[in-house]
């Protein structure tokens, strides 16, 4: 995967850049909650201005849907952006025309402003070449930082990134870089893990990945289909009955491509979904009541995947293994982030997870900073697992 970053770019003092980040942060009582996308731009902001350029930054927050709504502005994200960088954060209370191209002209070399929420131009999600153009007359290049915003061609994301000297920005080069250790070139073999509720939903994906891994263990209510397809009992689980030959299909495809499907050998039964509710353990292919239901992975599957970790040498983790929020079904997933985590902690195992289950997950096991990379970005980092090409992406090749 070859594209361009900032070290690539001819002098930068004196220059504007504008820098698309991912602001879409938290917000409670308008205060933001969540400081982890601001922190991950630092970085490239500071390069940018050590560099002695201008850094005007573009974002989104929530769907205002081409209108300028005041409870979606940008503006109280200032505050928690200066006490990060420690300098003063400009504010433009448009993202294009007379006033931010003054406000740009009236910052210093190494000065920064956000500006106001792109999305409250319609020319935005349009992907209008017009409105590109009104992005572009602000600056003299275009870096793009925001991984979770580049499966969408909109103009800040893509647009922007055909008309000037189109850039990665720190967070984005870290991304990428990882997602080419997981899938792009990785260290074989490779293992991956795909959790969650339905098949439907990740259908794409378990194609994708069963012509790129040599492992695809199948966990939480997805697996519950694969059973049910076997002919397994799963009592009264979640589980999308109608997708059984849907995901018999899928495991033909894998064994003809060589992928070794791992499904639960054994799981973690319970009537009801609440906090320390009585369970059991059941070994696969033993009756289940009608109110049984399967809410974890079992302790013989925890083994088999520790053990498949233990052989692999890249993992691409999206879905957690059971109900994880609600103990003790979090005890697979929880047990099988521990060991992922001792592994790439040890350097014998690149451990790359995603998707807003998985990091929830990781969190709640405590691994986040030991695995090798754990991604933010929900759609884009579905989308690129899936192989689909990522137009803000696309838009930095070289």
């Not at 002098?11 to 009582?29: C, H, I, Q, W, Y």
């Not at 495991?251 to 799981?267: M, Q, R």
């Not at 696969?284 to 109110?291: H, N, R, S, T, Y």
Request: hydrophobic share 45%; with cysteine.
């Amino acid at each position: 995967m070859t594209f361009r970053t900032l070290d690539d770019a001819p002098s930068l003092a004196g220059k504007t850049a504008l820098v698309r980040v991912d602001f879409n942060v938290p917000m409670e009582a308008g205060k933001v909650s969540d400081d982890t996308r601001l922190r991950v731009a630092i970085p490239t902001i500071n390069k940018l201005r050590d560099a002695g350029a201008k850094v005007a930054l573009l974002a989104h927050f929530d769907r205002p849907k081409g209108k300028a709504v005041p409870s979606m502005s940008l503006q109280p994200v200032v505050d928690d952006l200066e006490h990060l960088l420690g300098a003063p954060v400009r504010f433009a209370t448009d993202c294009v025309g007379e006033e931010a191209k003054a406000a740009i002209n009236d910052l210093d070399a190494g000065g920064v402003i956000l500006l106001e929420n792109v999305r409250f131009h319609a020319g935005e999600e349009a992907n209008d070449p017009a409105f590109a153009r009104q992005l572009a007359d602000l600056g003299d290049l275009y870096v793009n930082d925001a991984f979770s915003a580049a499966h969408r061609a909109h103009a800040s994301t893509e647009g922007l990134a055909r008309l000037l000297p189109a850039y990665a920005g720190e967070s984005m080069r870290r991304e990428l870089d990882a997602l080419d250790a997981a899938l792009g070139n990785p260290k074989t073999p490779v293992i991956g893990i795909v959790g969650g509720a339905k098949v439907s939903t990740k259908l794409d994906l378990l194609k994708n990945l069963v012509g790129k891994l040599d492992r695809l263990a199948i966990g939480g209510g997805m697996a519950n289909t694969f059973l049910f397809a076997q002919g397994i009992d799963i009592g009264g689980s979640l589980a999308e009955r109608d997708m059984a030959d849907t995901a018999l299909a899928i495991i033909a495809e894998a064994k003809s491509k060589g992928c070794e499907i791992l499904l639960p050998v054994d799981f973690v039964v319970a009537t009801e979904v609440r906090p320390g509710a009585a369970s059991r353990p059941v070994m696969a292919g033993q009756p289940l009541a009608a109110d049984d239901k399967i809410l974890d992975a079992g302790p013989a599957t925890v083994a088999r995947l520790v053990e498949a970790l233990t052989a692999s040498k890249t993992l691409i983790w999206n879905g957690p293994l059971g109900v994880f929020e609600v103990p003790p079904f979090d005890t697979a997933t929880v047990a099988v982030a521990h060991h992922t985590a001792a592994l790439a902690k040890a350097g014998v195992l690149v451990a790359v997870g995603g998707g807003g289950d998985t990091v929830s997950a990781l969190h709640h096991a405590g691994v986040v900073g030991d695995m090798t990379f754990v991604s933010t970005a929900g759609g884009a980092f579905l989308e690129w697992m899936e192989g689909k090409p990522l137009p803000g992406v696309e838009a930095l090749r070289q």
